[in-house]
T-cell receptor, first 113, second 114 residues
Framework: LAKTTQPISMDSYEGQEVNITCSHNNIATNDYITWYQQFPSQGPRFIIQGYKTKVTNEVASLFIPADRKSSTLSLPRVSLSDTAVYYCLVGDEGDTGRRALTFGSGTRLQVQP | ETGVTQSPTHLIKTRGQQVTLRCSSQSGHNTVSWYQQALGQGPQFIFQ???????GRGNFPPRFSGLQFPNYSSELNVNALELDDSALYLCASSDWLGPTNEQFFGPGTRLTVL
């Protein structure tokens, strides 16, 4: 499984755009990139998944460059309720995701008023 | 649609005891995975069940065992509890044949071993 590297923590203010970058240098051809969000004392929640270029849903965008060795989760106009830990995961959609998710330590995002 | 539920929410045990944690998967999901999350760390995969069979296992000793029932609910059993077993135990359900690898997590059971 590809190892991921994320910043340990980030700070932002309400209304700002937050970009969290994840490095995954040894990503395999079949690997997808998935982001989860976790609030204290709750289970992680799926945010977004992508393979290449850009993916957007109602809560976030995911930018993946051509070499796929990194990815950036973009949260537009964050609010206090976006304070959480964000995990970047890399794995084969046909295998890892349905067998196990490998979580790193994640990025702790703190949003200030 | 009912989400993933876990019971109990909190549990206190002493070293050497045994514990059973329970999980009801989301409606329509046939796969259940269990994770252990220590304070300040990301969840660590324990094992996964698909159609009542263990389908994968992480780096956990045999005293961590599980079951999946015909209705796809699941149990996690831990024998001979150790202090380091204190953690949040998360259950996640998914559809093996689903279009994505999204897993749906329950709220967890907080286990404290004294």
């Amino acid at each position: 499984l590809a190892k991921t590297t994320q910043p340990i923590s980030m700070d932002s203010y309400e209304g700002q755009e937050v970009n969290i970058t994840c490095s995954h240098n040894n990503i395999a051809t079949n690997d997808y990139i998935t982001w989860y969000q976790q609030f204290p004392s709750q289970g992680p929640r799926f945010i977004i998944q992508g393979y290449k270029t850009k993916v957007t849903n109602e809560v976030a965008s995911l930018f993946i460059p051509a070499d796929r060795k990194s990815s950036t989760l973009s949260l537009p106009r964050v609010s206090l309720s976006d304070t959480a830990v964000y995990y970047c995961l890399v794995g084969d959609e046909g295998d890892t995701g349905r067998r196990a998710l490998t979580f790193g330590s994640g990025t702790r995002l703190q949003v200030q008023p | 649609e009912t989400g993933v539920t876990q019971s109990p929410t909190h549990l206190i045990k002493t070293r050497g005891q045994q514990v059973t944690l329970r999980c009801s998967s989301q409606s329509g999901h046939n796969t259940v995975s269990w994770y252990q999350q220590a304070l300040g760390q990301g969840p660590q995969f324990i094992f996964q069940y698909y159609r009542e069979e263990e389908n994968g296992r992480g780096n956990f000793p045999p005293r961590f065992s599980g079951l999946q029932f015909p209705n796809y609910s699941s149990e996690l059993n831990v024998n001979a509890l150790e202090l380091d077993d204190s953690a949040l135990y998360l259950c996640a359900s998914s559809d093996w044949l689903g279009p994505t690898n999204e897993q749906f997590f329950g709220p967890g059971t907080r286990l404290t071993v004294l």
